[in-house]
Structures are given as structure tokens and as C-alpha cells.
């Protein structure tokens, strides 16, 4: 029978892939059914012998280059090697069309697909019944403003660091129905948790039906104190729903114990899942104030709960056994570790690069932090810094303009690619000088 091994073994496929992809077949031989020529994961014990040994086994995982430094979770992350052999794995098993159930086929959107949603809820904190897998943050908070049962004049209350993922839906329905969008502004940076919540409350009216806020902040990783929020929300009558996509994989996350209503991610990012895994988390309690916006059968049945928003129609299965497969490698690992990790190491990138005389938007409270500092760095243009980096040294950032960075410290960072990236930034603004 022809399967990846015997496949990749051919002498003709070997000769032809490897004599113009070296590199990428030997890191597709990582692949082997056996998992001969995969890394294997450190043994927990050597955190505790030797903590930066620890994390440069862990970096084997990741196809990046070693040559490459990325500075850029906060957009996409890297999926290890065991999450994509379980995609691999998924399409192998599922596409023999061989399911014990006849009407039962490999196209997520329309089963309980239990067997990834547990694993998941277990992870963030929150039962089955009130989680739904979509393919990203975008397309849950679409749900949320789409179908929320709202009428022209009520007012939902963003801050002005919102991604357009989750601004722009509301901004669709403001201009289709009527809603009011309302920004608070947030500080850069803000001092403690007091300052956030003092603005929010004094952007409140009578109008206001719901408040939509990053968990993390796309544009300066700022770690909203969402359960207070969500305390002030309540005591006013207020829904919250909060767009998380930074925060699965980042730092520990139980949903229940932050006491919002509605909450989406995109595991993609920190969680290294697949690109297009998502969830929606909704209340059991509110899921009859929001409209599918997207149906097919089962969208009129209370039973279903919040399974009912993932019955999208057909979508990729082995998406989600790379899903289930991120959860365990995160779970491995262990969140405490790398949400230490996280912070450590953010936390040193920010204050060598406020020495170099970087202005900080990343707040100095450490509760309102975590694996993103952002600073301004004029008179050096971030796109042209971008570029430089990327075309000349392998160094991948992301920030805004003029001249803000925003860079991401994934835990499978080593200190020699800070010190690289540090090293050419020094090299960069001495020419802007």
C-alpha cells in the first residue's frame, strides 16, 4: 500500500524533491509515520536541570529556520511538528472515506464533533455545550454582531485598539441597521487596571447594550482586566463579548472565571494551532439573544446550544486533530511554563529596548502584560525597518506607523535571537541617525 514513507521513499520522488528542496525534504522526512526522524520532546526534568537547554529542544519542533528570528506571534504563529502530523494524520485517516457511521463524512460544520471540543473546553475553562469551533476570531465576532438582537440607536462600546476582525463587524451593522459604534480611548500606556476601567465607565449611557473589547490588544498587547470589566458590565445590565484571539496559548485562560458573557480566539497564534481554528464561547444564558447568521440544518434548535453557530457547512476536519494536537503539546509543555517563559522574555526585549531610548507603550504594571512589548521608536520608520530586517538579517517583526513595533516573544525564543534582533536594530538606527 502507498503511504508517506514508502511515498517519499521512491527513488524518483526522493530525487526530484530532494535535488531542488534539500531543506524542505529533509524536515518532510520529520514526518515519517514512525516518527524515526522527528525530535523528540525534552524530558519535563530538564526545565528544572537546565531551563534554556529546556527551551532550545523545544525550538526543534518548529520548522523556522535556525537562522531565522520571528518576532511576530501576535500575527501568526508556527505550528510544531507533532500538531502537523496530526493534520497530516487526519487527512490520511479521514480522506479513506472508511467512518463506522454511513452518514457520517469528513466535513466539519455539520456534527458535535465532541472528540475536539472537550479537549479544548477542558483547556479554557468552560463547558462543551457552551462552545462552538469556527475557523477564526473574524468569523465568531461576526456572529456576535451580526446576530446579536439589537435595534437602530443601541450602542455597543469598543476601545480604539480594536483589529478590524472585530471592529469592522459592528461597523457593518452600524451602517446596515443603525447601531451606534462608541470608542473609549485607551492610554499608552495605561498605569493599572483603575485608569481602564474609570474610562469605560465614564463612556457608558443609557444606550449602551454591549461592551466588545481584546482580551490583548492587537496594537500594543496590552492584557485588558477583562474580569473587571465584565463585573461592571453586569452590575449595569451590560453584555460582554470579548475577542481573545491572543490569548489561547499565550497565558492560562478559563473563560468561566473571567465572567463575560461571549468570547472568541483564533488558536492559530499563540496556541501554534492550524491556521482556520477558531471557537465561539457563549452563555447559555444569552445564546437566545443572538441570530445565527450563517445556517444550515440544525440552526433553529435550542437543544443543539452553542453547537448550533458551528454548523457552518463543510470545512476542514483535520484542521481540528491539529487543534486537539496543539492542546496537548501546550499541555506537555505546561501553560504555567510558558506563560513565564512569555513574560520573561517580553519582558527583557521591552527593557533593552527602552535603554536604547525607545518610548513605551507597554504598561508598566505587569498584570496588564505578557508575551508583547510595544514601543515607538522615531525618527525610524517601522515599515522601512520591516523590510531591512527581513531582507538582510531573516528577522520578521510587525508594528504600525509611523514607527511603532509591536514584537511578540513566543516561548520557543532563544536569547540569541533577541540579541540578534537588538544587534540589528542598533546596526538599522544608526543609518536613520
Same mark, same amino acid.
Given at each position: 500500500?502507498?503511504?508517506?514513507?514508502?511515498? !517519499?521513499?521512491? %527513488?524518483?520522488?526522493?530525487?526530484?524533491?530532494? #535535488?531542488?528542496?534539500? @531543506?524542505?525534504? &529533509?524536515?518532510? /522526512?520529520? $514526518?515519517?509515520?514512525?516518527?524515526?526522524?522527528?525530535?523528540?520532546?525534552?524530558?519535563?526534568?530538564?526545565?528544572?536541570?537546565?531551563?534554556?537547554?529546556?527551551?532550545?529542544?523545544?525550538?526543534?519542533?518548529?520548522?523556522?529556520?535556525?537562522?531565522?528570528?520571528?518576532?511576530?506571534?501576535?500575527?501568526?504563529?508556527?505550528?510544531?511538528?507533532?500538531?502537523?502530523?496530526?493534520?497530516?494524520?487526519?487527512?490520511?485517516?479521514?480522506?479513506?472515506?472508511?467512518?463506522?457511521?454511513?452518514?457520517?463524512?469528513?466535513?466539519?460544520?455539520?456534527?458535535?464533533?465532541?472528540?475536539?471540543?472537550?479537549?479544548?473546553?477542558?483547556?479554557?475553562?468552560?463547558?462543551?455545550?457552551?462552545?462552538?469551533? !469556527?475557523?477564526? %476570531?473574524?468569523?465568531?465576532?461576526?456572529?456576535? #454582531?451580526?446576530?446579536? @438582537?439589537?435595534? &437602530?440607536?443601541? /450602542?455597543? $462600546?469598543?476601545?480604539?485598539?480594536?483589529?478590524?476582525?472585530?471592529?469592522?463587524?459592528?461597523?457593518?451593522?452600524?451602517?446596515?441597521?443603525?447601531?451606534?459604534?462608541?470608542?473609549?480611548?485607551?492610554?499608552?500606556?495605561?498605569?493599572?487596571?483603575?485608569?481602564?476601567?474609570?474610562?469605560?465607565?465614564?463612556?457608558?449611557?443609557?444606550?449602551?447594550?454591549?461592551?466588545?473589547?481584546?482580551?490583548?490588544?492587537?496594537?500594543?498587547?496590552?492584557?485588558?482586566?477583562?474580569?473587571?470589566?465584565?463585573?461592571?458590565?453586569?452590575?449595569?445590565?451590560?453584555?460582554?463579548?470579548?475577542?481573545?484571539?491572543?490569548?489561547?496559548?499565550?497565558?492560562?485562560?478559563?473563560?468561566?472565571?473571567?465572567?463575560?458573557?461571549?468570547?472568541?480566539?483564533?488558536?492559530?497564534?499563540?496556541?501554534?494551532?492550524?491556521?482556520?481554528?477558531?471557537?465561539?464561547?457563549?452563555?447559555?444564558?444569552?445564546?437566545?439573544?443572538?441570530?445565527?447568521?450563517?445556517?444550515?440544518?440544525?440552526?433553529?434548535?435550542?437543544?443543539?446550544?452553542?453547537?448550533?453557530?458551528?454548523?457552518?457547512?463543510?470545512?476542514?476536519?483535520?484542521?481540528?486533530?491539529?487543534?486537539?494536537?496543539?492542546?496537548?503539546?501546550?499541555?506537555?509543555?505546561?501553560?504555567?511554563?510558558?506563560?513565564?517563559?512569555?513574560?520573561?522574555?517580553?519582558?527583557?526585549?521591552?527593557?533593552?529596548?527602552?535603554?536604547?531610548?525607545?518610548?513605551?507603550?507597554?504598561?508598566?504594571?505587569?498584570?496588564?502584560?505578557?508575551?508583547?512589548?510595544?514601543?515607538?521608536?522615531?525618527?525610524?520608520?517601522?515599515?522601512?525597518?520591516?523590510?531591512?530586517?527581513?531582507?538582510?538579517?531573516?528577522?520578521?517583526?510587525?508594528?504600525?506607523?509611523?514607527?511603532?513595533?509591536?514584537?511578540?516573544?513566543?516561548?520557543?525564543?532563544?536569547?540569541?535571537?533577541?540579541?540578534?534582533?537588538?544587534?540589528?536594530?542598533?546596526?538599522?538606527?544608526?543609518?536613520?541617525?
Amino acid at each position: 500500500m502507498l503511504n508517506r514513507r514508502n511515498f !517519499l521513499s521512491t %527513488a524518483a520522488a526522493v530525487a526530484a524533491f530532494a #535535488a531542488f528542496q534539500p @531543506e524542505a525534504f &529533509a524536515r518532510m /522526512e520529520m $514526518l515519517a509515520a514512525d516518527g524515526s526522524s522527528r525530535p523528540k520532546m525534552p524530558p519535563r526534568s530538564l526545565y528544572d536541570q537546565n531551563e534554556e537547554a529546556y527551551w532550545a529542544e523545544i525550538r526543534k519542533q518548529f520548522l523556522i529556520p535556525d537562522d531565522e528570528v520571528y518576532l511576530n506571534n501576535g500575527t501568526v504563529g508556527s505550528s510544531p511538528l507533532p500538531v502537523l502530523q496530526a493534520v497530516f494524520d487526519g487527512f490520511y485517516e479521514t480522506e479513506k472515506m472508511a467512518q463506522k457511521n454511513p452518514e457520517e463524512y469528513p466535513i466539519w460544520g455539520y456534527e458535535p464533533y465532541t472528540e475536539f471540543r472537550d479537549p479544548l473546553a477542558g483547556f479554557i475553562g468552560v463547558n462543551r455545550d457552551e462552545l462552538a469551533l !469556527l475557523r477564526n %476570531a473574524t468569523e465568531a465576532n461576526s456572529y456576535i #454582531a451580526n446576530g446579536l @438582537e439589537m435595534k &437602530a440607536g443601541d /450602542e455597543v $462600546l469598543m476601545s480604539d485598539q480594536e483589529h478590524p476582525g472585530g471592529e469592522q463587524p459592528w461597523n457593518l451593522r452600524a451602517k446596515r441597521y443603525g447601531v451606534v459604534v462608541k470608542k473609549f480611548i485607551l492610554p499608552k500606556p495605561p498605569k493599572n487596571a483603575g485608569e481602564i476601567l474609570n474610562v469605560i465607565n465614564d463612556a457608558i449611557t443609557p444606550r449602551t447594550l454591549i461592551i466588545f473589547t481584546s482580551h490583548i490588544s492587537t496594537a500594543t498587547g496590552l492584557v485588558m482586566p477583562v474580569k473587571e470589566i465584565s463585573a461592571l458590565a453586569r452590575s449595569k445590565g451590560i453584555l460582554t463579548a470579548i475577542d481573545g484571539a491572543h490569548v489561547p496559548g499565550m497565558m492560562r485562560l478559563n473563560i468561566h472565571e473571567l465572567g463575560c458573557d461571549m468570547y472568541t480566539a483564533s488558536p492559530h497564534k499563540w496556541l501554534q494551532a492550524p491556521k482556520g481554528s477558531g471557537f465561539l464561547f457563549m452563555r447559555e444564558d444569552v445564546m437566545d439573544r443572538v441570530w445565527n447568521t450563517i445556517v444550515t440544518h440544525g440552526w433553529d434548535d435550542p437543544k443543539l446550544k452553542a453547537e448550533r453557530f458551528q454548523h457552518i457547512g463543510s470545512s476542514n476536519v483535520p484542521l481540528l486533530w491539529g487543534l486537539r494536537a496543539s492542546i496537548q503539546f501546550a499541555n506537555e509543555i505546561g501553560m504555567d511554563r510558558i506563560e513565564k517563559r512569555h513574560r520573561k522574555m517580553a519582558d527583557h526585549l521591552h527593557a533593552e529596548m527602552v535603554k536604547r531610548g525607545a518610548e513605551s507603550w507597554t504598561s508598566p504594571d505587569p498584570t496588564l502584560r505578557c508575551a508583547i512589548a510595544t514601543v515607538n521608536v522615531p525618527p525610524v520608520k517601522r515599515m522601512d525597518l520591516e523590510n531591512w530586517l527581513w531582507s538582510n538579517h531573516k528577522i520578521r517583526i510587525r508594528g504600525g506607523e509611523p514607527s511603532k513595533l509591536r514584537l511578540s516573544t513566543p516561548y520557543f525564543l532563544l536569547p540569541r535571537d533577541v540579541n540578534r534582533f537588538l544587534e540589528k536594530f542598533d546596526e538599522y538606527k544608526k543609518t536613520v541617525a
